[in-house]
T-cell receptor
Framework: ETGVTQTPRHLVMGMTNKKSLKCEQHLGHNAMYWYKQSAKKPLELMFVYSLEERVENNSVPSRFSPECPNSSHLFLHLHTLQPEDSALYLC?????????????????FGSGTRLTVV | GQQVMQIPQYQHVQEGEDFTTYCNSSTTLSNIQWYKQRPGGHPVFLIQLVKSGEVKKQKRLTFQFGEAKKNSSLHITATQTTDVGTYFCFDKDDKLVFGAGTILRVKS
């Protein structure tokens, strides 16, 4: 257990379905992230939430919709996905979204949700 | 924009041999972090480097940050089968960009 819990671990959904991925962190961190990991591609940042702002990657399609009701919970709502959206979706948290010279601001990742779109 | 390049993409080594992966940037890095992801697992934070020329060690792992803060390296001495996985460098500038990773395979 990493302190960041993601559910479900595996998800198979049709292109017309609506589903949500959930992430919960128990580390007292103030920032949370969604990353997408596809085969043979680098980790892609999708969304960042800190206490002050949501930072969005402009290349993320609108069929992905994040929600962060508080600093401990993060959701990724999925709607009318495409087969190419199949990937491992990783949630992470950290104490500071960026910067922080001299301190440990490493990310703690959850185990991920393996998503297959059929 | 800034791009972090990681080399090599793959490395197969015999158990007991050394291994090094490099992370290079076209611009100055603020901080650099290193992560390891085991096959089927998730990335795990290893270390953060902040200062120019900084060197840190964790048992058989040695991490370096270049003098110009444009490159970093991870060196593993005498690899073991438990070292297999993908090693990522991570640039903590505004783009929060991960390198593509180096996949390490260790033959016993």
């Amino acid at each position: 257990e990493t302190g960041v819990t993601q559910t479900p671990r595996h998800l198979v959904m049709g292109m017309t379905n609506k589903k949500s991925l959930k992430c919960e962190q128990h580390l007292g961190h103030n920032a949370m992230y969604w990353y997408k990991q596809s085969a043979k591609k680098p980790l892609e940042l999708m969304f960042v939430y800190s206490l002050e702002e949501r930072v969005e990657n402009n290349s993320v399609p609108s069929r992905f919709s994040p929600e962060c009701p508080n600093s401990s919970h993060l959701f990724l709502h999925l709607h009318t996905l495409q087969p190419e959206d199949s990937a491992l979706y990783l949630c992470a948290s950290s104490q500071d979204p960026r910067g922080g010279v001299g301190a440990n601001y490493g990310y703690t990742f959850g185990s991920g949700t393996r998503l297959t779109v059929v | 924009g800034q791009q972090v390049m990681q080399i090599p993409q793959y490395q197969h080594v015999q158990e007991g041999e050394d291994f090094t992966t490099y992370c290079n940037s076209s611009t100055t890095l603020s901080n650099i972090q290193w992560y390891k992801q085991r096959p089927g697992g998730h990335p795990v934070f290893l270390i953060q480097l902040v200062k120019s020329g900084e060197v840190k060690k964790q048992k058989r792992l040695t991490f370096q940050f270049g003098e110009a803060k444009k490159n970093s390296s991870l060196h593993i001495t005498a690899t073991q089968t438990t070292d297999v996985g993908t090693y990522f460098c991570f640039d903590k500038d505004d783009k929060l960009v991960f390198g593509a990773g180096t996949i390490l395979r260790v033959k016993s």
